[in-house]
């Protein structure tokens, strides 16, 4: 190995300045990691790394961005899986009523949830956690069983509550969040652009409800679970490294029909509408029944509502 | 000095105008109540029809006619022979058959009133002593809906989540908790 002293190798030709040799050499080197970026990327993956936020979408754009969710999804799942965007309608605030007096915390909604909803089957994320409580403690969740398991339910004794969003009117989820991946929709619904999301969690700890989830491994589902008919801002296939949380089934509830938990409530507890609509069943529980929203002191205003319906 | 006052308060009444959008959004928070319920919609939620499956019969019972059609009706409270697989709990002891059922016309059930109604609108019979459940069924808020959230519903009768005979809701073997934060990864 021969030393080369710095003076005898010059950097640039005697006819430059420094600076001018600096400023080509770091065009240089910046051109070819463009290049090689470029070379080593497909196209597809070029074009989600470039992705603009989904608000600063055009008509155009946000089909090509469908297509190519919709194409790598169906590739990877090997069946047809479609994106769809659906905005929200106007005149429309969901809302959402759940009956204390008749939940018997059978857990149905939890898994019709993760099928509908293409959770991570493996590291496990449920959207909704059913909460056993003591009869005559009341309702305090400091104090609460996510964890319960029995022959048969209700325990004697014992009530259920199950928490999920609560879709707050004034959600601290979005507030914290860095970069604005995570907004409230003009129908109530705060959802999250996963490919904008940065996974830094401020989310999960500003959220009183423990409503948000981390996808702290590679999601897996098995290929003949997956749900094919997804929402962009809902449950598509979610990238490890992101938050998810629930959306009203956003893909379903924008098509007219009730989420999933609402349908497969065997108790009937689990009720959904249109809070705009005073013949609306969640108005007529929240006129008629006695209900509370939780942590109310929190100001989070939720438009998810717990009710007696005895 | 008055005029530019009124200027003022015509002002924030376009401007107050213009905001209707939000108060329509606060529409819900702002009612007060016990306000809403009112005769009016009940008879609406009457006119329109409950989208019902059809009754969940035990396999071969209806119509009951045939077997009761050549049948004299005996009234007598009795141990039933054909029937001993149904025991009562429903209500006080001296319940009986044709608290319901009609003892001259099998295939129909009969209301205190004495007017008939079929096995697939069995809600009338119910609604007579659980009024405060059926008009919450009616309007959707009792018992399970599926369908659409703003359009066609499915309703269910009474009868497909109690049965009759007993009415208690059956307990049922819970889904597998969650796992703990340790268990996953």
């Not at chain 1, 429309?92 to 008749?102: E, K, N, P, Q, T």
């Not at chain 1, 449920?126 to 609460?144: C, F, P, Q």
């Not at chain 1, 009183?208 to 008919?229: K, L, Q, S």
């Given at each position: 190995?021969?030393?080369?002293p710095?003076?005898?190798?010059?950097?640039?030709?005697?006819?430059?300045?420094?600076e001018?040799?600096?400023?080509?050499?770091?065009?240089?080197?910046q051109?070819?990691?463009?290049?090689?970026f470029?070379?080593a990327?497909?196209p597809?993956?070029r074009?989600?790394?470039?992705?603009?936020?989904?608000?600063?979408?055009?008509?155009?754009?946000?089909?090509?961005?469908?297509?190519?969710?919709s194409?790598?999804?169906?590739?990877?799942?090997?069946k047809?899986?479609?994106v769809?965007?659906?905005?929200?309608?106007?005149?429309?605030?969901f809302?959402?009523?759940?009956?204390?007096?008749r939940c018997?915390?059978?857990?149905?909604c939890?898994?019709?949830?993760?099928e509908?909803?293409?959770?991570?089957?493996?590291?496990?994320?449920?959207?909704?956690t059913?909460?056993?409580?003591?009869k005559?403690?009341?309702?305090?969740?400091m104090?609460?069983?996510?964890?319960?398991?029995?022959?048969?339910?209700?325990r004697?004794?014992?009530?259920y509550?199950?928490?999920?969003?609560?879709?707050?009117?004034?959600?601290p989820c979005v507030?914290?969040?860095?970069?604005?991946?995570?907004?409230?929709?003009?129908?109530?619904i705060?959802?999250?652009?996963?490919?904008?999301?940065?996974?830094c969690?401020?989310c999960?700890?500003?959220?009183?409800?423990?409503?948000?989830?981390?996808?702290?491994?590679?999601p897996?589902?098995?290929?003949?679970?997956?749900?094919?008919?997804?929402?962009?801002?809902?449950?598509?296939?979610?990238?490890r490294?992101?938050?998810?949380?629930?959306?009203?089934?956003?893909?379903?509830?924008?098509?007219g029909?009730?989420?999933a938990?609402?349908e497969?409530?065997?108790?009937g507890?689990r009720?959904?509408?249109?809070?705009?609509?005073?013949?609306?069943?969640v108005?007529?529980?929240?006129e008629?029944?006695?209900?509370?929203i939780?942590?109310e002191?929190?100001?989070?205003?939720?438009?998810?509502?717990?009710?007696?319906?005895v | 000095m008055?005029?530019?006052?009124?200027?003022?308060?015509f002002?924030?009444?376009?401007?107050?105008s213009?905001?209707?959008?939000n108060?329509?959004?606060a529409?819900?928070l702002?009612?007060?109540?016990?306000?809403?319920?009112s005769?009016?919609?009940?008879d609406?939620?009457?006119?329109?029809?409950?989208?019902?499956?059809?009754?969940?019969?035990?396999?071969?019972?209806?119509?009951?006619?045939?077997?009761h059609a050549?049948?004299?009706p005996d009234?007598?409270?009795?141990?039933?022979g054909?029937?001993d697989?149904?025991?009562?709990?429903?209500g006080p002891?001296?319940?009986?058959?044709f608290?319901?059922h009609n003892?001259?016309?099998?295939?129909m059930?009969?209301?205190a009133s004495g007017?008939?109604?079929?096995f697939s609108e069995?809600?009338?019979l119910c609604?007579?002593?659980?009024g405060?459940?059926?008009?919450d069924?009616?309007m959707?808020?009792?018992?399970k809906?599926?369908?659409e959230?703003?359009?066609?519903?499915?309703y269910?009768?009474?009868?497909h989540?109690h049965?009759?005979?007993?009415?208690?809701f059956?307990p049922?073997?819970?889904l597998?908790?969650?796992?703990?934060?340790?268990?996953?990864?």
């Amino acid at each position: 190995m021969t030393e080369h002293p710095k003076t005898e190798a010059p950097l640039s030709s005697p006819a430059e300045s420094p600076e001018e040799a600096a400023a080509t050499r770091r065009h240089f080197l910046q051109g070819m990691a463009a290049t090689a970026f470029v070379a080593a990327c497909s196209p597809l993956e070029r074009e989600a790394f470039f992705q603009r936020h989904f608000k600063e979408l055009n008509k155009d754009e946000l089909a090509r961005v469908l297509a190519r969710l919709s194409q790598g999804y169906s590739e990877r799942f090997h069946k047809q899986v479609t994106v769809s965007a659906e905005p929200a309608a106007s005149g429309v605030l969901f809302g959402y009523a759940l009956d204390l007096s008749r939940c018997i915390g059978c857990r149905r909604c939890v898994y019709a949830c993760v099928e509908e909803n293409n959770q991570s089957r493996d590291p496990q994320i449920h959207w909704i956690t059913v909460l056993e409580m003591e009869k005559a403690g009341g309702v305090d969740v400091m104090h609460a069983n996510a964890y319960y398991d029995a022959d048969e339910v209700p325990r004697p004794g014992h009530f259920y509550m199950p928490v999920q969003c609560q879709q707050c009117e004034h959600p601290p989820c979005v507030k914290v969040c860095p970069v604005q991946a995570t907004w409230q929709d003009a129908d109530g619904i705060v959802v999250v652009d996963y490919n904008w999301c940065i996974g830094c969690r401020c989310c999960m700890s500003a959220c009183p409800y423990g409503a948000r989830h981390f996808n702290w491994g590679e999601p897996t589902i098995a290929d003949a679970e997956v749900n094919p008919e997804t929402h962009y801002l809902g449950n598509r296939p979610r990238p490890r490294g992101v938050v998810e949380k629930c959306t009203f089934c956003v893909q379903r509830v924008r098509n007219g029909r009730y989420p999933a938990c609402v349908e497969v409530c065997p108790v009937g507890a689990r009720k959904f509408g249109n809070l705009l609509d005073p013949t609306s069943e969640v108005r007529y529980v929240i006129e008629n029944k006695r209900v509370f929203i939780l942590k109310e002191e929190l100001g989070t205003s939720p438009k998810f509502f717990y009710f007696y319906g005895v | 000095m008055h005029r530019l006052s009124v200027l003022v308060a015509f002002g924030l009444f376009v401007w107050v105008s213009a905001c209707g959008g939000n108060h329509e959004r606060a529409a819900y928070l702002r009612t007060a109540p016990g306000v809403a319920p009112s005769g009016a919609r009940e008879d609406a939620a009457d006119a329109k029809d409950f989208p019902v499956p059809p009754p969940p019969f035990s396999e071969g019972v209806f119509p009951c006619s045939q077997c009761h059609a050549d049948m004299t009706p005996d009234l007598e409270v009795r141990d039933l022979g054909e029937h001993d697989g149904i025991e009562l709990h429903h209500g006080p002891r001296d319940r009986w058959c044709f608290d319901c059922h009609n003892p001259d016309n099998r295939d129909m059930l009969r209301l205190a009133s004495g007017r008939l109604v079929p096995f697939s609108e069995s809600y009338r019979l119910c609604g007579q002593c659980h009024g405060d459940k059926y008009r919450d069924w009616r309007m959707g808020v009792h018992g399970k809906r599926s369908g659409e959230w703003n359009g066609k519903k499915q309703y269910l009768l009474c009868a497909h989540c109690h049965n009759p005979h007993a009415p208690r809701f059956k307990p049922l073997a819970p889904l597998p908790p969650p796992k703990r934060p340790d268990e996953i990864l």
